[in-house]
């Protein structure tokens, strides 16, 4: 059985940084593509940042180029998102999930398998 637990989210003031973490079991596909997610109140659920195991291209959204970086510890089975410069407007809970096949992409319907979340708060 597929898991993915999220942890590290939390309150922050503008500007400062989190970093989130997914631990993922359950499978032994060797070749995949990871992805975080966010969805704030009243919103859709968009996609953040991908990363495709295999040789690890990322993906970003335009909205967190720049102050958000995706990466993975194949030797753990966690990925992570290194958030900085935080905004207001990135409160949302977020969310990994995993893709199976052979390319990324930040279309949340495209992913099988999803975490429960963890909640970031960033306040102005």
């Known amino acids: 059985e597929v898991r993915l637990v999220e942890s590290g989210g939390g309150s922050v003031q503008a500007g400062g940084s989190l970093t989130l973490s997914c631990a993922a079991s359950g499978y032994t596909a060797s070749s995949y593509c990871m992805g975080w997610f966010r969805q704030a109140p009243g919103k859709e659920r968009e996609g953040v940042a991908s990363i495709y195991t295999r040789d690890g291209a990322t993906d970003y959204a335009d909205s967190v180029k720049g102050r958000f970086s995706i990466s993975q510890d194949n030797a753990k089975n966690t990925l992570y998102l290194q958030m900085n410069g935080l905004k207001p407007e990135d409160t949302a809970l977020y969310y990994c999930?995993?893709?199976?096949?052979?390319?990324?992409?930040?279309?949340?319907?495209?992913?099988?398998?999803w975490g429960q979340g963890t909640q970031v708060t960033v306040s102005s």
């Open positions: 999930a995993i893709r199976w096949g052979d390319w990324c992409s930040l279309v949340a319907h495209e992913y099988s398998y």
